[in-house]
Each structure stands twice: as structure tokens, then as C-alpha cells.
């Protein structure tokens, strides 16, 4: 079909958004990590038995193609180490962008930092799967808990996961301070964003990952894994990093920033701007139209 369509028809970009493989080895990482119910949730049961079906599409896309578009740096190695293309292989990193219109800080608003008058919120958002590490996140907030009484922790995503994370969160003793919420609005959940304190990204694999830049945009600081393609978005200066799966790191990071209110709001200060300048609409648009037109000229 690739070569049908380029012959006869117009050249192909492919865009690359992270591989079958790769989010099959995430979920053996994330097995590793003893994350709930890796087996109990049809999408992730269908990554791991199908990947390697699947994966012959990727390779097809990636030696049949005139150019293509990965969305980080890491999923432009990540296919490279597993579908070795040819050595003048035709491939751009162009990060997605958000909405930052609807990720806006909060000034714009008026609304309150957090839900509660003097409770710190961590937000973590995200499909209800293995992969996400909400297990590891789970035990890492109960020591966060236990040290910062005022912390609590809200979970916004769907999937078959939601009654074995609630009834964990239940044997940690954190219930009353974790809540999960499956049918969240795009503007209660941008609202969200402006409210958290502390936006935390545990995953095990991503292509690229939107959530930080989602929080970014947003004016609230990210903790995510030390791990591309996140740090290609996330460092220092804008939230903090922490080993993957290890939730004494997790918890750590956490409460080192939770300590210090004044570097929060300048390292979401620092978050946004670099939104604006690097992760827009405008500059996906502007990228993939400089592609198209070097592409149709040749």
C-alpha cells in the first residue's frame, strides 16, 4: 500500500507516536514494579499479546515512507533500535503541542490554588492502566501522607483499574485523602490543572507524554520519571524528576517541593513560558507545514 500510494497517488508521512513494543516492554516494567492487575485490563492485555502483530505496520511505516514525524527524540531512537531503517531514512522530531488557551495559569481566573484552603493537591491524570504507574504513585502518596497530613491526591482518568487502585488506596490507610474521578469535563479538568499543586506523571512508557505540558501550560510544576521522552519537556527548573518505579524517590521529589511554596510558583511560572515558546498549536502547525511543502516540492 506504501508504495502503491507513493507511486501513484501523493508521498507519505507517517507519524510516529511511540511503538507497540515499546509500550508492551513498559508494561513488563511496570509487571516488574508489581503494578496492579497488568493482565486485568483489555488494553493492556491486548498490548502485550499483540505488539509484535502489530509491529510489522511500524516497520512498514518506517521503511516505506518519504518522511517521518516522531513525536519526541526518544520514540525517533526507539523505532530506529527496533526497525533499523535505512541509513538516509527521512525522519523529523516534532514534540506536540497543547491548548493553551484552555490550559491557562490560574490569575486569569480567579480561581483558588488548591481545592481546599490549606491543602496541598497532587493531581495525577492519565488512563486507568498498568502502565501509568498509579500503583507505584499509590504507595509513594502514603508516605507523602504520613509526613504531610494536608497533602491529598486526586486521580482523574477511566479504565478497568478504578475499584482495585480505590480498594489499595483503602489498604494504605489514604482513602479519605485520595479520590478518583472518570468522568471529568475538559474544562473541570483544565480548572484542575490551575487548582493542583503538584502535578505528578509516573508512567512506565510514553511516546511523548501531554499531561506534563497540559500541567505546564497550566502554571503548576510536574514530577515525572527521569526518563526521555519525559525529560525532554520536564527538568528542574520546571518540576522535579525521580527514579522510575521507585517510590521512595517519588515521594521524596514530592515532598521537596511541597516544602517550598515560593520556588512552586516560579518553577510554574518557568513551565508555562517555555509552553509558549516551545510546545504550541502554532509551532506543531508551522513544522509539519515546512514538511509538507520540502516534500511536495521534491
Not at 515499546?22 to 508494561?27: A, I, P, V
Not at 515512507?65 to 519526541?72: E, F, L, Q, R, Y
Not at 511541597?258 to 512552586?264: D, F, K, M, N, V
Request: net charge negative.
Amino acid at each position: 500500500q506504501f508504495t502503491t500510494v507513493r507511486a501513484e497517488i501523493a508521498p507519505v508521512v507517517s507519524s510516529l507516536h511511540g511503538s507497540w513494543l515499546g509500550e508492551r516492554d513498559g508494561l513488563r516494567v511496570a509487571a516488574a514494579h508489581k503494578e496492579a492487575a497488568v493482565w486485568a485490563n483489555p488494553n493492556d492485555i491486548a498490548i502485550l499479546l499483540t505488539a509484535g502483530h502489530y509491529a510489522k505496520y511500524e516497520r512498514a511505516a518506517v521503511r516505506g515512507s518519504d518522511v517521518c514525524v516522531a513525536n519526541s527524540e526518544a520514540t525517533k531512537a526507539d523505532f530506529e533500535a527496533r526497525y533499523y531503517p535505512a541509513s538516509d531514512w527521512d525522519c523529523e522530531v516534532i514534540h506536540w503541542g497543547v491548548d493553551t488557551e484552555m490550559f491557562h495559569p490560574t490569575e486569569a481566573t480567579g480561581e483558588s490554588d488548591s481545592s481546599t484552603a490549606g491543602t496541598q493537591t497532587l493531581l495525577a491524570v492519565g488512563r486507568l492502566a498498568a502502565r501509568k504507574g498509579y500503583g507505584s504513585l499509590l504507595r509513594a502518596f502514603a508516605d507523602v501522607h504520613a509526613r504531610a497530613p494536608n497533602t491529598e491526591l486526586l486521580i482523574v482518568g477511566r479504565g478497568n483499574l478504578r475499584n482495585r487502585l480505590e480498594k489499595q488506596a483503602k489498604k494504605l490507610g489514604i482513602d479519605g485523602s485520595v479520590r478518583i474521578d472518570s468522568g471529568m469535563s475538559f474544562d473541570e479538568l483544565a480548572s484542575q490543572f490551575r487548582k493542583a499543586t503538584l502535578v505528578v506523571y509516573p508512567s512506565y512508557y510514553e511516546g511523548q507524554g501531554l499531561i506534563p505540558l497540559e500541567a505546564m501550560s497550566s502554571g503548576t510544576p510536574v514530577a515525572t520519571v527521569d526518563m526521555a521522552p519525559l525529560t525532554e519537556m520536564v527538568d528542574e527548573s520546571v518540576g522535579t524528576l525521580f527514579q522510575m518505579g521507585d517510590t521512595d524517590s517519588m515521594a521524596s521529589a514530592i515532598l521537596a517541593q511541597l516544602a517550598s511554596p515560593e520556588a512552586l510558583s516560579a518553577k510554574g511560572a518557568r513551565g508555562r513560558e517555555r509552553v509558549l515558546e516551545h510546545f504550541t498549536y502554532a509551532h506543531n502547525a508551522a513544522a509539519f507545514s515546512s514538511i509538507y511543502e520540502r516534500i511536495s516540492r521534491s
